[in-house]
């Protein structure tokens, strides 16, 4: 019998270990560039590299999930991930540090479409709601403890160090994993790559999709962003060094932990149409002062926690707004695969438009590039949820 209890707890760890191994590179940019002989610019590769994998993996996740047999799937994600984080910390040259982290992030994007089928499939109803909870507060909760507890130990013992304890953390949670997803009943469906790409072709042809989303992958490439240079943006605008960045990592990932359990309330308590609308132009204000390092540390560090809280709400509401915005699709599963893509697919652009220009233009450009790619992203939502939504909330 699955104890499913087992299940929450496993990919709890799991989603927490990855996401920390994934954000960990921005902060140790500099124990990181000096490993590799490469510059701190160029460090951002890594998370690009990562983040491609990821999004190859959200995308043939879903038809993986019912064509593979789940005990094996976890089993080729858990060594995806283990073996990518082993070469990235076994060979110096950071052309392979690139490709295993691709193989990283290519098993971690397979282990989510694995996560949320067992969260519609593989569990009962009484525990349907841990494991959306675990889902949503895994990689923020990350964000908030495990990267400053991985800048920490290796800044009080060396930076492969914390790479490797969470590798081991994988390798566990992924053995309890296999344990319980093999006693699974499982209907095998066979592997169909067009019957994918017409549900994708489907929900991006719907009135509005493809501003709608473009918009997404626009604004959360700021949010991305910002996070990416996090390590090189506290060290040139305020000389903070590794343990530094990860302190203040600490309190912006553990305000955005809060923001994202209540936000619910707060649309509920402004109505939907205000909070939004709202949120976006105080986010676009918040966030002009913030990166152009207008105030002090402790100010900058107060408006990082405000972006960060804001963006929560912005995706919640987003996110609640789908089945309006969409009522005419019976299989709107797909246009929620469709937002964790377009976040990652910003992801992967801006951190490696940042690691390729940075050098060469500056972090004064790139810093109008992520407002600028901000504003363009929130219109094209706006304009979206205008047309689409406004008028049947609230």
């Not at 009522?327 to 390729?356: C, H, K, Q």
């Amino acid at each position: 019998m699955l104890k499913e209890r087992w299940v929450v707890y496993a990919s709890f760890l799991i989603i927490f270990a990855f996401t920390t191994v994934d954000a960990s590179i921005s902060p140790m940019v500099l124990p990181l560039h000096r490993h590799f002989g490469v510059s701190m610019d160029e460090i951002l590769l890594l998370i690009s590299s990562c983040t491609a994998g990821i999004v190859l993996g959200v995308f043939w996740g879903p038809m993986l999930t019912r064509s593979v047999m789940l005990s094996r799937l976890v089993v080729v994600t858990v060594a995806a991930m283990v073996l990518g984080v082993a070469g990235f910390l076994a060979f110096p040259s950071f052309a392979m540090a690139v490709v295993f982290r691709f193989v990283f992030g290519l098993g971690g994007g397979i282990m989510a479409s694995l996560m949320w089928w067992l969260t519609f499939h593989g569990v009962s109803k009484a525990n349907y709601q841990a494991m959306v909870n675990v889902l949503m507060s895994a990689r923020p909760l990350a964000a908030a403890l495990g990267v400053p507890f991985a800048t920490i130990v290796a800044a009080k013992s060396a930076w492969h160090s914390p790479f490797l304890l969470f590798a081991v953390l994988i390798l566990g949670c992924g053995a309890l994993l296999y344990a319980q997803t093999g006693k699974v009943t499982q209907t095998i469906e066979k592997w169909e790559a067009k019957s994918l790409l017409r549900d994708y072709g489907m929900a991006l042809g719907q009135p509005q999709a493809m501003p709608f989303y473009l918009g997404m992958v626009f604004s959360k490439a700021c949010y991305f962003g910002i996070y990416a240079i996090a390590g090189i943006w506290f060290y040139r605008h305020y000389g903070l060094q590794l343990l530094e960045v990860g302190s203040r990592l600490f309190f912006i990932g553990m305000a955005e932990v809060a923001m994202t359990f209540a936000a619910p309330y707060v649309l509920r308590y402004f109505g939907y149409v205000k909070t939004l609308v709202g949120s976006i132009v105080l986010s676009a204000a918040v966030f002009l002062v913030l990166v152009k390092a207008y105030c002090p540390l402790w100010g900058a560090t107060l408006l990082f926690v405000v972006f960060v809280g804001l963006d929560r709400v912005i995706s919640m509401a987003l996110t609640l707004s789908l089945p309006k915005m969409f009522p005419d699709v019976d299989n709107r599963a797909i246009f929620g695969s469709l937002v964790t893509l377009s976040a990652w697919m910003g992801l992967a652009l801006v951190s490696y438009l940042e690691g390729d220009n940075l050098a060469r233009v500056g972090l004064g450009a790139v810093e109008w590039g992520l407002l600028a790619s901000f504003v363009f992203g929130s219109c094209l939502i706006c304009y979206v949820q205008r047309v689409r939504v406004f008028s049947l909330m609230d």
